[in-house]
């Protein structure tokens, strides 16, 4: 079983910056691929990044590449999403996800564990 509790969202304005962080309770962690997904009110849960097992391998939905980050460090059991450059349409509820496998899917269904998600504001 992994326990995720994510951090870092809030209320910002268009063009700033936040940075989420997603803990992960030990033994598993380094096995399992780490990633961020969000959903807005009334839309569908959708894929914003995710990183392999290592870190080294990094995957990114169209809508945030070349803005936001991901990264992660195993001895601190942590994963990172660093956001810039936020706009309107960033805001949603962003939630920290764990696939114990190596294959990184975007599909929501292919992850097996979940936080409770911290809300992310971007004002215009």
């Known amino acids: 079983q992994v326990q995720l509790v994510e951090s870092g969202g809030g209320l910002v304005q268009a063009g700033g910056s936040l940075r989420l962080s997603c803990a992960a309770s030990?033994?598993?962690?380094?096995?399992?691929?780490m990633g961020w997904f969000r959903q807005a009110p009334g839309k569908e849960r959708e894929f914003v990044a995710a990183a392999s097992r290592s870190g080294l391998m990094t995957y990114y939905a169209d809508s945030v590449k070349g803005r936001f980050t991901i990264s992660r460090d195993n001895a601190k059991n942590t994963v990172y999403l660093q956001m810039n450059n936020l706009k309107p349409e960033d805001t949603a509820l962003y939630y920290c996800?764990?696939?114990?496998?190596?294959?990184?899917?975007?599909?929501?269904?292919?992850?097996?564990?979940w936080g409770q998600g911290t809300q992310v504001t971007v004002s215009s």
């Open positions: 030990a033994g598993t962690f380094s096995s399992s691929a």
């Open positions: 996800a764990a696939r114990g496998a190596a294959v990184v899917v975007i599909a929501p269904r292919a992850w097996g564990y």
